[in-house]
Nanobody, 116 residues
Framework: QVQLEESGGGVAQPGGSLRLSCTAS????MGWYRQRPGRDREFVAS???????RYHGSSVRGRFLISRDTGTTAHLQMNNLKTEDTAIYFC??????????????WGQGTQVVVSS
Protein backbone atom coordinates (compact mmCIF):
# COMPACT_ATOMS: atom_id res chain seq x y z
CA GLN A 1 0.00 0.00 0.00
CA VAL A 2 1.20 3.47 -0.91
CA GLN A 3 0.22 6.16 1.53
CA LEU A 4 -0.39 9.69 0.28
CA GLU A 5 -0.46 12.73 2.49
CA GLU A 6 -1.96 15.84 0.93
CA SER A 7 -1.81 19.40 2.15
CA GLY A 8 -2.67 22.84 0.89
CA GLY A 9 -5.87 23.93 -0.73
CA GLY A 10 -8.28 26.42 0.67
CA VAL A 11 -10.07 29.50 -0.60
CA ALA A 12 -8.77 32.06 -3.06
CA GLN A 13 -10.10 34.89 -5.17
CA PRO A 14 -9.97 34.80 -8.95
CA GLY A 15 -6.45 35.64 -10.02
CA GLY A 16 -5.02 34.40 -6.76
CA SER A 17 -2.70 31.49 -6.03
CA LEU A 18 -2.65 28.33 -3.98
CA ARG A 19 -0.12 25.54 -3.59
CA LEU A 20 -0.89 21.88 -3.10
CA SER A 21 1.61 19.34 -1.81
CA CYS A 22 1.56 15.57 -1.74
CA THR A 23 4.02 13.22 -0.09
CA ALA A 24 4.04 9.53 -0.99
CA SER A 25 5.52 6.62 0.93
CA UNK A 26 7.78 5.88 -2.03
CA UNK A 27 9.15 7.41 -5.19
CA UNK A 28 6.59 7.09 -7.98
CA UNK A 29 5.11 8.97 -10.86
CA MET A 30 2.72 11.43 -9.23
CA GLY A 31 0.11 13.96 -10.11
CA TRP A 32 -3.32 15.41 -9.49
CA TYR A 33 -6.78 14.89 -10.80
CA ARG A 34 -9.71 17.06 -9.88
CA GLN A 35 -13.44 16.72 -9.71
CA ARG A 36 -15.42 19.87 -10.30
CA PRO A 37 -19.02 20.08 -9.12
CA GLY A 38 -21.30 18.09 -11.36
CA ARG A 39 -18.47 16.90 -13.61
CA ASP A 40 -16.35 13.81 -14.08
CA ARG A 41 -12.90 13.56 -12.62
CA GLU A 42 -10.30 15.09 -14.94
CA PHE A 43 -6.54 15.08 -15.26
CA VAL A 44 -4.74 18.17 -13.97
CA ALA A 45 -1.00 17.54 -13.98
CA SER A 46 1.61 14.85 -13.51
CA UNK A 47 5.34 14.43 -13.16
CA UNK A 48 7.47 11.41 -13.94
CA UNK A 49 9.13 9.31 -11.30
CA UNK A 50 12.48 11.08 -11.56
CA UNK A 51 10.97 14.47 -12.36
CA UNK A 52 12.37 14.61 -15.88
CA UNK A 53 9.04 15.33 -17.56
CA ARG A 54 5.91 17.24 -16.64
CA TYR A 55 2.43 17.17 -18.10
CA HIS A 56 -0.44 19.57 -17.61
CA GLY A 57 -4.03 19.37 -18.69
CA SER A 58 -5.14 21.85 -21.31
CA SER A 59 -7.46 23.65 -18.90
CA VAL A 60 -4.60 24.53 -16.53
CA ARG A 61 -1.61 24.74 -18.84
CA GLY A 62 0.22 28.04 -18.41
CA ARG A 63 -1.37 28.65 -15.01
CA PHE A 64 -0.50 25.58 -12.93
CA LEU A 65 2.94 24.06 -12.57
CA ILE A 66 3.80 20.71 -11.06
CA SER A 67 7.21 20.01 -9.56
CA ARG A 68 8.93 17.57 -7.24
CA ASP A 69 12.03 17.31 -5.14
CA THR A 70 14.56 14.49 -5.12
CA GLY A 71 12.46 12.61 -2.60
CA THR A 72 8.80 11.67 -2.63
CA THR A 73 7.01 15.01 -2.47
CA ALA A 74 5.26 16.73 -5.36
CA HIS A 75 3.88 20.26 -5.48
CA LEU A 76 1.22 21.86 -7.59
CA GLN A 77 1.57 25.62 -7.84
CA MET A 78 -1.78 27.03 -8.90
CA ASN A 79 -1.60 30.58 -10.25
CA ASN A 80 -4.14 32.88 -11.88
CA LEU A 81 -6.96 30.87 -10.39
CA LYS A 82 -10.35 30.94 -12.03
CA THR A 83 -13.75 30.18 -10.59
CA GLU A 84 -13.89 27.04 -12.73
CA ASP A 85 -10.85 25.71 -10.84
CA THR A 86 -13.12 25.12 -7.87
CA ALA A 87 -12.93 21.38 -7.24
CA ILE A 88 -11.72 18.63 -5.00
CA TYR A 89 -8.14 17.87 -5.98
CA PHE A 90 -6.86 14.32 -5.59
CA CYS A 91 -3.21 13.37 -5.50
CA UNK A 92 -2.44 10.09 -7.25
CA UNK A 93 0.51 7.79 -7.93
CA UNK A 94 1.27 5.14 -10.53
CA UNK A 95 3.51 2.45 -9.08
CA UNK A 96 4.13 0.57 -12.35
CA UNK A 97 5.05 3.29 -14.85
CA UNK A 98 7.55 6.09 -14.99
CA UNK A 99 4.75 8.45 -15.94
CA UNK A 100 1.28 8.70 -14.45
CA UNK A 101 -0.77 6.50 -16.77
CA UNK A 102 -3.07 4.53 -14.51
CA UNK A 103 -3.48 5.84 -10.97
CA UNK A 104 -3.08 3.06 -8.42
CA UNK A 105 -3.50 4.99 -5.19
CA TRP A 106 -5.34 8.16 -4.31
CA GLY A 107 -5.07 10.75 -1.63
CA GLN A 108 -8.09 11.74 0.40
CA GLY A 109 -8.58 14.90 -1.64
CA THR A 110 -8.33 18.56 -0.77
CA GLN A 111 -10.90 21.24 -1.45
CA VAL A 112 -10.07 24.27 -3.56
CA VAL A 113 -12.61 27.07 -3.74
CA VAL A 114 -12.18 30.07 -6.01
CA SER A 115 -14.80 32.77 -5.64
CA SER A 116 -15.07 36.52 -5.83
Amino acid sequence: QVQLEESGGGVAQPGGSLRLSCTASGRYAMGWYRQRPGRDREFVASITRKGANRYHGSSVRGRFLISRDTGTTAHLQMNNLKTEDTAIYFCAVDVSNMQLQQPDYWGQGTQVVVSS
